[in-house]
Protein backbone atom coordinates (compact mmCIF):
# COMPACT_ATOMS: atom_id res chain seq x y z
CA UNK A 1 0.00 0.00 0.00
CA UNK A 2 1.87 3.29 -1.25
CA UNK A 3 0.84 6.80 0.29
CA UNK A 4 2.56 10.31 0.01
CA UNK A 5 1.84 13.17 2.28
CA UNK A 6 0.62 16.59 0.81
CA UNK A 7 1.59 18.98 3.91
CA UNK A 8 -0.29 18.11 5.91
CA UNK A 9 -2.71 16.15 4.11
CA UNK A 10 -2.05 11.96 3.57
CA UNK A 11 -3.03 10.27 0.58
CA UNK A 12 -3.46 6.19 0.10
CA UNK A 13 -3.99 4.37 -2.58
CA UNK A 14 -6.23 1.34 -2.25
CA UNK A 15 -6.04 -1.21 -4.29
CA UNK A 16 -9.16 -2.92 -6.34
CA UNK A 17 -7.09 -4.83 -8.61
CA UNK A 18 -5.10 -4.89 -11.54
CA UNK A 19 -6.32 -4.94 -14.77
CA UNK A 20 -5.68 -8.21 -16.93
CA UNK A 21 -3.10 -6.86 -19.82
CA UNK A 22 -4.65 -6.78 -23.04
CA UNK A 23 -8.50 -6.03 -21.59
CA UNK A 24 -8.19 -2.29 -22.26
CA UNK A 25 -5.78 -3.10 -25.36
CA UNK A 26 -6.70 -0.32 -28.10
CA UNK A 27 -8.51 2.33 -26.03
CA UNK A 28 -6.16 4.40 -27.06
CA UNK A 29 -6.37 4.13 -30.77
CA UNK A 30 -2.56 5.72 -31.50
CA UNK A 31 -0.56 3.66 -28.48
CA UNK A 32 -0.10 0.74 -30.56
CA UNK A 33 2.40 -1.79 -29.00
CA UNK A 34 5.19 -0.47 -31.57
CA UNK A 35 4.82 2.97 -30.67
CA UNK A 36 4.35 2.37 -26.99
CA UNK A 37 7.60 0.16 -27.21
CA UNK A 38 9.27 3.32 -28.11
CA UNK A 39 8.75 5.16 -25.51
CA UNK A 40 11.25 3.50 -23.18
CA UNK A 41 10.56 4.89 -19.66
CA UNK A 42 6.98 3.19 -19.58
CA UNK A 43 8.45 0.11 -19.37
CA UNK A 44 7.88 -1.84 -16.69
CA UNK A 45 5.53 0.08 -15.12
CA UNK A 46 3.05 1.27 -17.27
CA UNK A 47 3.81 -0.90 -20.42
CA UNK A 48 5.04 -4.56 -20.88
CA UNK A 49 8.78 -5.32 -23.46
CA UNK A 50 5.81 -6.37 -25.98
CA UNK A 51 4.37 -2.87 -25.42
CA UNK A 52 1.06 -3.18 -24.48
CA UNK A 53 -0.49 -1.20 -22.03
CA UNK A 54 -0.78 -1.93 -18.25
CA UNK A 55 -3.66 -0.61 -15.87
CA UNK A 56 -4.67 -0.53 -12.20
CA UNK A 57 -8.23 0.17 -10.34
CA UNK A 58 -7.39 1.40 -7.19
CA UNK A 59 -9.20 4.16 -4.91
CA UNK A 60 -7.45 7.16 -3.21
CA UNK A 61 -8.05 7.77 0.49
CA UNK A 62 -7.11 11.79 1.01
CA UNK A 63 -7.04 12.06 5.03
CA UNK A 64 -7.00 15.77 5.68
CA UNK A 65 -6.45 15.19 9.20
CA UNK A 66 -10.31 16.35 9.92
CA UNK A 67 -12.09 14.86 7.05
CA UNK A 68 -11.36 11.36 5.33
CA UNK A 69 -12.57 11.68 1.74
CA UNK A 70 -12.50 8.72 -0.59
CA UNK A 71 -11.51 9.60 -4.51
CA UNK A 72 -13.82 7.04 -7.60
CA UNK A 73 -14.84 4.11 -5.91
CA UNK A 74 -13.76 1.84 -8.49
CA UNK A 75 -15.55 -1.24 -9.47
CA UNK A 76 -17.39 -2.80 -6.75
CA UNK A 77 -18.11 -6.56 -5.89
CA UNK A 78 -21.01 -8.77 -7.54
CA UNK A 79 -22.25 -5.42 -10.34
CA UNK A 80 -22.93 -5.97 -13.59
CA UNK A 81 -20.72 -4.95 -16.13
CA UNK A 82 -21.79 -5.97 -19.64
CA UNK A 83 -20.34 -3.15 -20.72
CA UNK A 84 -16.80 -4.52 -20.08
CA UNK A 85 -17.26 -8.30 -18.74
CA UNK A 86 -14.57 -8.75 -16.79
CA UNK A 87 -15.12 -6.10 -14.31
CA UNK A 88 -18.27 -7.47 -13.29
CA UNK A 89 -19.82 -9.78 -10.90
CA UNK A 90 -16.02 -9.14 -8.75
CA UNK A 91 -14.97 -10.43 -5.74
CA UNK A 92 -11.80 -8.72 -4.22
CA UNK A 93 -10.93 -7.69 -0.63
CA UNK A 94 -10.88 -4.01 -1.39
CA UNK A 95 -12.47 -2.85 1.96
CA UNK A 96 -10.49 -5.16 3.79
CA UNK A 97 -7.18 -3.12 2.37
CA UNK A 98 -9.13 -0.22 3.28
CA UNK A 99 -9.12 -1.77 6.92
CA UNK A 100 -5.17 -2.21 6.64
CA UNK A 101 -4.91 1.50 5.44
CA UNK A 102 -6.21 2.69 8.38
CA UNK A 103 -9.77 3.20 7.67
CA UNK A 104 -13.19 1.78 8.53
CA UNK A 105 -16.17 1.71 6.21
CA UNK A 106 -18.02 4.11 9.16
CA UNK A 107 -14.81 6.84 9.49
CA UNK A 108 -15.49 7.98 6.09
CA UNK A 109 -16.75 11.34 5.69
CA UNK A 110 -16.76 12.08 1.93
CA UNK A 111 -17.16 10.21 -1.06
CA UNK A 112 -16.42 11.91 -4.29
CA UNK A 113 -16.23 10.50 -8.21
CA UNK A 114 -14.99 12.16 -11.03
CA UNK A 115 -17.74 11.03 -13.35
CA UNK A 116 -20.09 8.23 -13.06
CA UNK A 117 -18.95 5.30 -15.31
CA UNK A 118 -19.03 2.02 -13.60
CA UNK A 119 -15.16 1.37 -12.51
CA UNK A 120 -15.70 4.97 -10.31
CA UNK A 121 -18.90 4.35 -8.17
CA UNK A 122 -18.43 0.43 -7.48
CA UNK A 123 -18.05 0.25 -4.21
CA UNK A 124 -20.49 3.47 -3.39
CA UNK A 125 -22.69 0.59 -2.33
CA UNK A 126 -22.42 -3.39 -1.29
CA UNK A 127 -24.63 -6.23 -1.49
CA UNK A 128 -26.62 -6.72 2.28
CA UNK A 129 -28.27 -9.87 1.84
CA UNK A 130 -29.78 -9.10 -1.83
CA UNK A 131 -30.00 -5.48 -1.69
CA UNK A 132 -27.70 -3.08 -2.11
CA UNK A 133 -26.91 -0.41 0.65
CA UNK A 134 -24.04 2.54 0.93
CA UNK A 135 -20.64 1.09 1.88
CA UNK A 136 -19.99 4.38 3.80
CA UNK A 137 -23.34 4.91 5.77
CA UNK A 138 -21.95 8.03 7.58
CA UNK A 139 -20.60 9.79 4.48
CA UNK A 140 -21.83 12.29 2.39
CA UNK A 141 -21.40 11.17 -1.16
CA UNK A 142 -20.56 14.37 -2.98
CA UNK A 143 -21.36 15.03 -7.01
CA UNK A 144 -21.38 17.74 -9.31
CA UNK A 145 -24.66 18.52 -10.29
CA UNK A 146 -24.00 18.63 -13.81
CA UNK A 147 -22.35 15.35 -14.26
CA UNK A 148 -25.11 13.69 -12.59
CA UNK A 149 -27.63 15.04 -14.55
CA UNK A 150 -25.47 13.52 -17.64
CA UNK A 151 -25.72 10.23 -16.49
CA UNK A 152 -28.79 10.30 -15.85
CA UNK A 153 -30.40 11.49 -18.88
CA UNK A 154 -28.45 8.71 -20.45
CA UNK A 155 -29.77 6.00 -17.94
CA UNK A 156 -33.49 7.53 -18.16
CA UNK A 157 -34.06 8.66 -22.10
CA UNK A 158 -33.82 5.70 -25.03
CA UNK A 159 -32.84 7.73 -27.71
CA UNK A 160 -29.78 9.38 -26.08
CA UNK A 161 -27.85 6.22 -26.64
CA UNK A 162 -27.29 6.32 -30.04
CA UNK A 163 -25.58 9.51 -30.29
CA UNK A 164 -23.18 8.47 -28.14
CA UNK A 165 -22.56 4.61 -28.93
CA UNK A 166 -19.41 5.96 -31.12
CA UNK A 167 -18.06 7.85 -28.52
CA UNK A 168 -18.35 5.50 -25.67
CA UNK A 169 -17.71 1.72 -26.33
CA UNK A 170 -14.90 -0.11 -25.91
CA UNK A 171 -13.66 -2.14 -28.64
CA UNK A 172 -15.16 -5.65 -28.49
CA UNK A 173 -17.72 -4.86 -25.76
CA UNK A 174 -21.25 -4.39 -25.59
CA UNK A 175 -21.95 -1.41 -27.37
CA UNK A 176 -25.42 -0.72 -24.69
CA UNK A 177 -23.84 1.96 -23.02
CA UNK A 178 -27.61 2.92 -22.21
CA UNK A 179 -28.56 -0.43 -20.33
CA UNK A 180 -24.89 -0.20 -18.49
CA UNK A 181 -26.08 3.17 -17.42
CA UNK A 182 -29.20 1.97 -16.38
CA UNK A 183 -27.20 -0.66 -14.59
CA UNK A 184 -24.94 1.77 -12.71
CA UNK A 185 -27.51 3.53 -11.36
CA UNK A 186 -30.01 1.21 -10.31
CA UNK A 187 -26.79 -0.74 -8.20
CA UNK A 188 -24.50 1.95 -7.08
CA UNK A 189 -25.99 5.45 -7.25
CA UNK A 190 -29.77 5.29 -6.43
CA UNK A 191 -28.97 3.29 -2.84
CA UNK A 192 -27.25 6.54 -2.29
CA UNK A 193 -29.54 8.87 -3.17
CA UNK A 194 -32.67 6.74 -1.16
CA UNK A 195 -30.31 6.38 1.90
CA UNK A 196 -30.55 11.04 1.79
CA UNK A 197 -26.62 10.54 1.92
CA UNK A 198 -26.10 12.73 -1.87
CA UNK A 199 -25.40 16.20 -2.13
CA UNK A 200 -24.69 17.56 -5.64
CA UNK A 201 -22.48 20.39 -5.80
CA UNK A 202 -21.82 22.96 -8.71
CA UNK A 203 -18.56 22.89 -11.16
CA UNK A 204 -15.26 23.43 -9.55
CA UNK A 205 -16.66 23.11 -5.89
CA UNK A 206 -14.60 23.65 -2.97
CA UNK A 207 -15.30 19.86 -0.61
CA UNK A 208 -13.29 20.80 2.59
CA UNK A 209 -10.41 22.10 3.34
CA UNK A 210 -7.72 21.55 1.16
CA UNK A 211 -9.62 19.21 -1.58
CA UNK A 212 -11.69 21.15 -4.27
CA UNK A 213 -13.18 19.60 -7.57
CA UNK A 214 -11.37 21.38 -10.85
CA UNK A 215 -13.42 20.92 -13.96
CA UNK A 216 -12.00 18.34 -16.41
CA UNK A 217 -14.25 17.70 -19.22
CA UNK A 218 -13.74 15.68 -22.21
CA UNK A 219 -13.94 12.09 -20.95
CA UNK A 220 -18.00 13.01 -20.27
CA UNK A 221 -19.96 15.83 -20.10
CA UNK A 222 -18.50 17.35 -16.85
CA UNK A 223 -15.81 15.11 -15.66
CA UNK A 224 -13.79 16.55 -12.70
CA UNK A 225 -10.66 15.68 -11.45
CA UNK A 226 -9.72 16.58 -7.63
CA UNK A 227 -6.84 19.15 -6.84
CA UNK A 228 -5.45 18.88 -2.82
CA UNK A 229 -3.60 21.12 -1.62
CA UNK A 230 -1.84 21.95 1.65
CA UNK A 231 0.93 24.37 2.99
CA UNK A 232 2.08 25.41 -0.17
CA UNK A 233 2.25 21.34 -1.77
CA UNK A 234 -0.36 20.41 -3.85
CA UNK A 235 -1.41 16.96 -6.16
CA UNK A 236 -4.01 16.03 -8.50
CA UNK A 237 -6.03 13.25 -8.92
CA UNK A 238 -6.66 12.63 -12.43
CA UNK A 239 -9.86 10.28 -12.82
CA UNK A 240 -10.12 9.06 -17.17
CA UNK A 241 -8.68 12.85 -17.46
CA UNK A 242 -5.34 11.08 -18.08
CA UNK A 243 -6.38 7.22 -18.60
CA UNK A 244 -2.58 6.26 -19.33
CA UNK A 245 1.02 7.89 -18.22
CA UNK A 246 1.14 7.20 -22.18
CA UNK A 247 -1.06 10.48 -22.67
CA UNK A 248 1.66 12.74 -20.61
CA UNK A 249 4.19 11.86 -23.15
CA UNK A 250 1.44 12.35 -26.04
CA UNK A 251 -1.38 14.58 -24.51
CA UNK A 252 -3.56 14.69 -27.67
CA UNK A 253 -3.86 11.07 -28.05
CA UNK A 254 -7.42 10.80 -26.34
CA UNK A 255 -9.40 7.76 -25.43
CA UNK A 256 -12.22 5.65 -27.37
CA UNK A 257 -13.98 6.54 -24.14
CA UNK A 258 -14.41 9.80 -24.26
CA UNK A 259 -16.93 11.59 -24.91
CA UNK A 260 -15.84 14.89 -26.42
CA UNK A 261 -12.03 13.52 -27.68
CA UNK A 262 -10.97 17.12 -28.94
CA UNK A 263 -11.94 18.83 -25.74
CA UNK A 264 -10.41 16.45 -23.84
CA UNK A 265 -7.36 16.18 -25.80
CA UNK A 266 -7.34 20.51 -25.55
CA UNK A 267 -7.59 20.36 -21.67
CA UNK A 268 -5.18 18.18 -21.57
CA UNK A 269 -2.25 19.63 -24.05
CA UNK A 270 -2.96 22.64 -21.43
CA UNK A 271 -3.09 20.96 -18.13
CA UNK A 272 1.00 18.76 -19.27
CA UNK A 273 2.80 22.14 -19.83
CA UNK A 274 1.08 24.16 -16.96
CA UNK A 275 2.55 20.87 -14.71
CA UNK A 276 5.96 20.11 -16.28
CA UNK A 277 8.40 20.65 -14.08
CA UNK A 278 6.61 21.91 -10.95
CA UNK A 279 6.42 20.20 -7.62
CA UNK A 280 2.56 19.26 -8.51
CA UNK A 281 2.16 15.47 -7.49
CA UNK A 282 0.13 13.87 -10.00
CA UNK A 283 -1.96 10.91 -8.81
CA UNK A 284 -3.26 8.39 -11.61
CA UNK A 285 -7.03 6.47 -10.90
CA UNK A 286 -6.03 4.32 -13.71
CA UNK A 287 -2.01 4.24 -13.32
CA UNK A 288 -0.24 1.01 -12.42
CA UNK A 289 3.06 0.13 -10.70
CA UNK A 290 4.03 3.94 -9.15
CA UNK A 291 0.56 5.67 -9.56
CA UNK A 292 1.76 9.01 -8.43
CA UNK A 293 4.34 11.21 -9.79
CA UNK A 294 5.86 14.35 -11.70
CA UNK A 295 5.26 15.77 -14.89
CA UNK A 296 8.80 16.45 -16.34
CA UNK A 297 10.30 18.30 -19.60
CA UNK A 298 11.82 15.29 -21.56
CA UNK A 299 13.55 16.89 -24.95
CA UNK A 300 10.81 18.10 -26.64
CA UNK A 301 7.87 16.47 -24.71
CA UNK A 302 7.36 15.07 -21.45
CA UNK A 303 7.52 12.22 -19.10
CA UNK A 304 6.00 11.08 -16.20
CA UNK A 305 8.40 10.70 -13.06
CA UNK A 306 7.54 8.22 -10.33
CA UNK A 307 7.28 9.35 -6.80
ZN1 LIG B 1 -12.19 4.68 -15.59
Known sequence: MRSWTVGDIRITQVLEMPVEVGVLDGLIAEATPEVVQGIGWLHPDYATA????????????????????????????GKSAPLIPAWGKLDNPFLERLAEAGYTREQVDVVLCTHMHLDHVGWNTVDDGGRWVPTFPN???????????????????????????GAVVYEGANPDIHNQTRLVFAESIQPVVDAGLLDLVPADHVVTEGVRYVSTPGHTKSHHSVVVESKGERAFITGDFIHHPVQIAEPTWSSHGDFDRAQSAARRVEFVESAADTDLLVLGTHFAGTSAGRVVRDGGGYRFAPA
Not at 142 to 149: H, I, L, P, S, T
Not at 155 to 160: C, G, H, M, R
Open 139 to 165: ARYVYVADEFAYHQGIAEEADISDDLA
Open 50 to 77: GGQTIWSLHSYVVDTGSAVVVVDTGCGN
